[in-house]
């Protein structure tokens, strides 16, 4: 079974600009999750889609989204850089439902913000 | 409010001597508690869950509800424990609050 697939891996942006991020679950997956993950935080939640609906949302500003598509691949943007954004930006792909709780992370998109 | 509370960062131990890596919690419900553990070069990944009681590579973790830890354990620390470990805590739904993390070596 192919794991969780994050692209890009490595990505260089600069203050201002946007950037979009994909994430293909592993199959029959349905619920993916985005964290941001930085040296001084760790792991923070941004949000989570199941069945292509946001169906939690951390604690982070607007210029933040994300969208799942029907074959449950989902994509997150993050519009107008700050230096502060440059992260490493994991998905996690699980089982829904009681008793589960397993996320299967990907390797992430390392974003480095100039 | 931080949900997760990892208060060592850097945890070094000697190969065979006992290990315990700290987590508290705060949460109001019942919760769910987890420890995913990273390896060098490797994703992040399920070590074990506080509801299956289950020991994976000599790890155990026991949830205290009363001093609100679920601290994880191994009687004999091995070379190749060496690792990232996060506590995590659950929500409804599936959202996730993780701890900070802490870096164990186990020194040969």
């Known amino acids: 079974k192919a794991g969780v697939t994050q692209t890009p891996r490595y990505l260089i942006k600069t203050r201002g600009q946007q950037v979009t991020l994909s994430c293909s679950p592993i199959?029959?997956?349905?619920?993916v999750s985005w964290y941001q993950q930085t040296p001084g935080q760790g792991l923070q939640f941004l949000f989570e889609y199941f069945s292509e609906t946001q169906r939690n949302k951390g604690n982070f500003p607007g210029r933040f989204s994300g969208r799942q598509f029907s074959n449950s691949r989902s994509e997150m943007n993050v519009s107008t850089l700050e230096l502060g954004d440059s992260a490493l930006y994991l998905c996690?792909?699980?089982?829904?439902?009681?008793?589960?709780?397993?996320?299967?992370f990907g390797e992430g998109s390392r974003l480095t913000v100039l | 409010a931080q949900r997760v509370t990892q208060p060592e960062k850097l945890l070094s131990v000697f190969k065979g001597a006992p290990v315990e890596l700290k987590c508290n919690y705060s949460y109001s419900g019942s919760p769910e508690l987890f420890w995913y553990v990273q390896y060098s070069r490797q994703r992040l990944q399920l070590l074990l869950r506080?509801?299956s009681r289950e020991s994976i590579k000599g790890f155990t973790a026991d949830l205290n509800k009363g001093e609100t830890s679920f601290h994880l354990k191994k009687p004999f620390a091995q070379e190749e424990d060496s690792a990232m470990y996060y506590c995590?805590?659950?929500?409804?739904?599936?959202?996730?609050?993780f701890g900070t993390g802490t870096s164990l070596t186990v020194i040969p």
């Open positions: 996690a792909s699980s089982l829904r439902g009681a008793g589960t709780g397993e996320l299967f």
């Open positions: 995590a805590l659950k929500e409804t739904g599936n959202q996730f609050y």
């Open positions: 506080h509801i």
């Open positions: 199959s029959g997956h349905r619920s």
